[in-house]
């Protein structure tokens, strides 16, 4: 499984951006999805998660109320709407497969990162 992940970009904070993730792979619907982020020094930490069906998610507190994470699994795709953008929010954004949970050792395949700046 191939991850591209994409919709980044610099946002004033109260606003909102949409990440994407396309899979290449054509077992993209059997596969739990999650969205990591990693700020400048700190470690990579679990924001959200879908089932495979897309019926489940979870969410980091952090995050909860703002974010939402979605997929079509017709298009091997997964999202993740962010609104109310903080300037704590800035990241290099992850998409990830193959795992449970919210720890990153879980997750077998990775997306290249796309970068999120939130200007306050």
């Known amino acids: 499984v191939q991850l591209q992940a994409s919709g980044g970009g610099l946002v004033q904070a109260g606003g909102s951006l949409r990440l994407s993730c396309a899979s290449s792979g054509r077992t993209f619907s059997r596969y739990p999805m999650a969205w990591f982020r990693q700020a400048p020094g700190k470690e990579r930490e679990f924001v959200a998660r879908i089932n495979w069906s897309g019926s489940s998610t979870n969410y980091a507190d952090s995050v909860k109320a703002r974010f939402t994470i979605s997929r079509d699994n017709a298009e091997d795709t997964v999202y993740l709407q962010m609104n109310g953008l903080k300037p704590e929010d800035t990241a290099v954004y992850y998409c990830?497969?193959?795992?449970?949970?919210?720890?990153?050792?879980?997750?077998?395949?990775w997306g290249q990162g796309t970068q999120v700046t939130v200007s306050s």
């Open positions: 990830a497969a193959g795992g449970l949970g919210t720890d990153t050792r879980a997750y077998q395949y």
